[in-house]
């Protein structure tokens, strides 16, 4: 792994070229570079090690490099992306160090302008270049990341595309990095603590709501789930206000930021417990899209709130049977002291509503282990009933890739989360559509007619098995889709 990837002026980069599957010669877009190179793209590509498939790799000489972009027809931004993280394993292997980005003489314009084809390749290499090796010790057998890779182009919008590439892997792994440090060290203050810095370094704002400021406003759903914990609950307010704001535009990002969810006295049985440092991935995706906007200077005012939380069993924490009274005044029965998320959100959903008046809300959170039954690790559930709104979060995760499946959410569904004892319970009785009740519970919350959508990410934030881009650990799902959406509001 190296150490790092930027973007720079190398003296003497190799050449980086792609090639579709059954390429019979070489394209005249690449003759002249191929001259310039003593014939070696050509002979790169009569190598026996080349059929052109997604992944292959040739290297010649020291000056260039081809790799496989796979078929033709399935070629588009992921597919660009795998082959950047693919590539960034095999390039450090090889002690290569730096690059002349040329992808973008192959690759259709129909699938990618040279500036999105940067980006995604830049992306591809800066998601695959991270791991989770900063609790390695004494007894590591891992090798230390080494040596930087230095990334240009001699089109200008490929190095253009390559800039923001960078940045978008860089926030991501910024969130990946909060989402993988263990529940001991990442508690609420922790966590505030690496925003405040976080706000410092690329300039936002940043305010933290403590407990005791949190009681005093009235947040009953983040006092009672977080109250359990020696390690006090909070929520953390970051916000970008760029100098010169698209007007009308006014973005809210809110995470679930549980550091731990035991289940507390509905304890979690045994193994399902396992993993649950990830409760606060919805937090680092939003703490993530927030570094992005600025680091990229996005247009567009926008906040983030992180209600912040660790959901423990004490003689002090909330139990099943408790009836608690919401920010916004709304009731709730707790039925289940492990649905503890929509209670830090409820408080964190309205708090935002009164106190920001945004133009549109995207909350993400771990919220249900049934989204994860439902749709795997696939794509995250969405629910959003302003079609606009929809349209736009729908299209940016088309770019990005990271999928996400449109769910309903009727008024059924909110008459379904009454109570019988207060307005509405936190979970129904029984777990019938089971992450809509999340999402509809979260509706109580929301001002009505604010465009608004939810993202449950339970099974998209982490992979248990390693793939083109990622480790096993998190994968900062929403970073780079959140940033998506914001950059494109008002554009
Ligand atoms: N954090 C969990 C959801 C979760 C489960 C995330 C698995 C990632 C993987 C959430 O707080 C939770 O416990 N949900 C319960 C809700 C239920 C008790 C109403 C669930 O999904 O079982
Ligand atoms: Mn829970
Ligand atoms: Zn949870």
Not at 214 to 240: D, Y
Not at 407 to 436: C, K, Q, V, Y
Not at 480 to 490: I, K, M, T, Y
């Amino acid at each position: 792994m190296y150490r790092t990837i930027r973007t720079g002026s190398p003296r003497k980069p190799a050449v980086l070229v792609g090639l579709p599957t059954g390429t019979s010669r070489l394209p005249k877009s690449l003759q002249q570079l191929d001259e310039a190179h003593g014939g070696r793209l050509n002979q790169a590509r009569r190598s026996r090690m080349f059929n052109g498939k997604i992944g292959d790799l040739v290297i010649e000489g020291d000056d260039v490099v081809l790799v496989g972009l796979g078929d033709r027809e399935s070629l588009d931004l992921d597919a660009i992306r795998r082959i950047g993280g693919r590539l960034v394993r095999h390039l450090h292997e090889a002690d290569l160090h730096a690059l002349d980005v040329q992808l973008d003489l192959t690759v259709p314009e129909s699938v990618a302008d040279a500036d999105a084809t940067g980006q995604s390749l830049a992306e591809g290499m800066g998601l695959a270049n991270w791991r989770v090796d900063f609790f390695d010790g004494k007894a590591t057998n891992r090798s230390a990341a080494s040596g930087t890779l230095t990334l240009t182009s001699t089109c200008r919008d490929v190095r253009g595309g390559i800039r923001r590439g960078l940045i978008l892997a860089e926030s991501t792994n910024e969130a990946r990095r909060i989402s993988a440090t263990p529940p001991n060290i990442c508690i609420p203050s922790w966590v505030a603590q690496q925003a405040r810095a976080a706000a410092r370094r690329v300039g936002l704002q940043c305010k933290v709501i403590s407990f005791a400021e949190a009681k005093r406003l009235g947040m009953g759903g983040l006092v009672n789930v977080g109250k359990g914990s020696a390690h006090k609950p909070c929520m953390i307010v970051l916000e970008h206000r760029p100098s010169r704001p698209r007007p009308g535009q006014h973005i809210a990002l809110v995470g679930k930021t549980m550091t731990y969810d035991s289940g507390g006295y509905s304890l979690k049985i045994s193994n399902t417990m396992k993993g649950m440092k990830y409760d606060m991935n919805g937090g680092a995706a939003v703490f993530g899209a927030m570094i992005a906007l600025a680091r990229l200077k996005v247009p567009v005012h926008t906040h983030a709130v992180l209600p912040c939380a660790e959901n423990l069993v004490s003689g002090e924490a909330y139990r099943p049977d408790d009836i608690i009274k919401m920010y916004n005044g709304v009731t709730v029965e707790v039925t289940n002291t492990d649905a503890e998320g929509r209670l830090i959100l409820g408080d964190a959903l309205s708090w935002t509503c009164r106190k920001l008046k945004p133009t549109a809300i995207i909350d993400v959170a771990t919220l249900t282990g049934g989204v994860v039954v439902g749709l795997g690790h696939f794509c995250a559930g969405m629910w959003c009933r302003d079609d606009d709104l929809r349209q736009r979060v729908e299209t940016a995760a088309q770019s990005t890739g990271e999928r996400v499946w449109h769910l309903p959410l009727w008024e059924e569904h909110r008459t379904f989360m009454r109570a019988r004892h207060a307005d509405i319970w936190n979970s129904g009785p029984s777990r019938n559509a089971h992450p809509i009740q999340g999402a509809a519970f979260l509706s109580y919350f929301v001002d009505e007619g604010l465009p608004w959508t939810h993202l449950d990410i339970a099974g998209v934030s982490a992979v248990e098995k390693q793939d083109d881009l990622h480790v096993v650990g998190p994968t900062g799902f929403g970073v780079r889709l959140l940033a998506e959406v914001v950059a494109r509001s008002g554009a």
